[in-house]
Every structure is written in structure tokens, then in C-alpha cells.
């Protein structure tokens, strides 16, 4: 079955300082990830997506096959950065979303 | 454009009470999506839609119903309320030009008790 993992349930840096959320992904096709964020308060929103392979607020997230994983990272992360993460797995009509990370930034 | 609307915002439901949650979006979208979102734990997906007059089951649809008569709307109904659904349900769109982008509604709070 089609499955999204998402490691750690809360990661805390400092401002400044690099991040990776993890998410793997088991699916057997050819996936679509996907990488959506809720900042306090606000809807989740789509950041961004494997397809497009763009940069996104500074973030990056880089599809490994071989290892079905889908990390998202950021070279010096922003208060601002603080939130909930979410990784999907976009298949036929379905979505699966992983657990999500929450991120917080510290001064 | 007000994208995804969902009402009402938070509502408190007694056992085997029924209600239901309603869901808009004005994109012209094709697929919708209802979501439960407990605690500490992702998204699933409770049923979706293609288009209108078209529903499916998705992972957790037990205890809950979906219309879908017009493309602009899709409610969720509950029957007979249970204190599992407590849960902030969303509602989501997207087209169907191949890109999966969703967009999601402010979400409900549901609490039974």
C-alpha cells in the first residue's frame, strides 16, 4: 500500500542554521511528491512540488528514487520558517499525507 | 476568487447527532477532496469526487456520506455522530490539468461528545 513517513515529529533549530525534514515514500509507480506547509493559524498551502524542481521560500527538496525519499531542506532557516510540514505522495485520483514534522526556529 | 470555503468554522455535536459540514470552491474544479486530520497524526482521506454526480471511498469513509450535485459543492454528512469523529476535517480541490496541486479550505473542528 501507498505510505508516506515522516520521521520526527517535531525538529528545532536556530535561526540561521540548516534544516532537513525527511520524508520517505513507498509506492511502486512513478510518484508525485509533494511537500505542503500550515503556518499557525492558515490553511495548508502547497509548497512545493518534485515535478517542478524549483526553490520555493529557500526551500529545496531533491526526489531520490533509489531510496524513495523526498527531503526537504533549507540552508539557513527563518523564524519565519516555523510551521507544520506535510509530505505527499499524489497517485492516480488519491493523495496520501505523511504524519508531518512541525518546525520550530529558535532566535 | 474565495477559493476553498468551508462551514461552519468549530461545532459541538452530541452523540449520534447527525450534521453536515459544508464545502465550496469557485475554481471550477473537478476533483474534491475531504480530509480528518486527529491529532498529532496526517491527513486521511474520507471520500472524494471527480467531478459532479461522481463520489469514491477513500481510506476512512465509515460513518460519514457525500453528495455531490453541483461542481461547485461537496458536503460531507454525518448520521450518527461518535466521539472518533472528533477531528478538524478539510475540504480540497484541484483541477485536472495533470497538476495534483490541492487547494485546501480553513478547515472544521468537530468535537462529539
Known amino acids: 500500500a501507498q505510505r508516506v513517513t515522516q520521521p520526527e515529529k517535531l525538529l528545532s533549530v536556530f535561526k540561521g542554521a540548516p534544516v532537513e525534514l525527511k520524508c520517505n515514500y513507498s509506492?511502486?509507480?512513478?510518484?508525485?511528491l509533494f511537500w505542503y506547509v500550515q503556518y499557525s493559524r492558515q490553511r495548508l498551502q502547497l509548497l512545493l512540488r518534485?515535478?517542478s524542481r524549483e526553490s520555493i521560500k529557500g526551500f529545496t527538496a531533491d526526489l531520490n528514487k533509489g531510496e524513495t525519499s523526498f527531503h526537504l531542506k533549507k540552508p539557513f532557516a527563518q523564524e519565519e520558517d516555523s510551521a507544520m510540514y506535510y509530505c505527499?505522495?499524489?497517485?492516480?485520483?488519491?493523495?496520501?499525507f505523511g504524519p508531518g514534522t512541525r518546525l520550530s526556529v529558535l532566535p | 476568487n474565495a477559493g476553498v470555503t468551508q462551514t461552519p468554522k468549530f461545532r459541538i455535536l452530541k452523540i449520534g447527532q447527525s450534521m453536515t459540514l459544508q464545502c465550496a470552491q469557485d475554481?471550477?474544479?473537478?476533483?474534491m477532496y475531504w480530509y480528518r486530520q486527529d491529532p498529532g497524526m496526517g491527513l486521511k482521506l474520507i471520500y472524494y469526487?471527480?467531478?459532479?454526480?461522481?463520489?469514491d471511498k477513500g481510506e476512512v469513509p465509515n460513518g460519514y456520506n457525500v453528495s455531490r450535485s453541483t461542481t461547485e459543492d461537496f458536503p460531507l454528512r454525518l448520521e450518527l455522530a461518535a466521539p472518533s469523529q472528533t477531528s478538524v476535517y478539510f475540504c480540497?480541490?484541484?483541477?485536472?490539468?495533470?497538476?495534483?496541486?490541492?487547494?485546501f479550505g480553513p478547515g472544521t473542528r468537530l468535537t462529539v461528545t
Open positions: 480540497a480541490s484541484r483541477g485536472t490539468s495533470g497538476n495534483y496541486e490541492q487547494y
Open positions: 509506492y511502486s509507480g512513478s510518484p508525485e
Open positions: 518534485h515535478i
Open positions: 505527499a505522495l499524489g497517485y492516480g485520483q488519491n493523495f496520501v
Open positions: 475554481m471550477n474544479h473537478n476533483y
Open positions: 469526487s471527480v467531478g459532479a454526480g461522481i463520489t
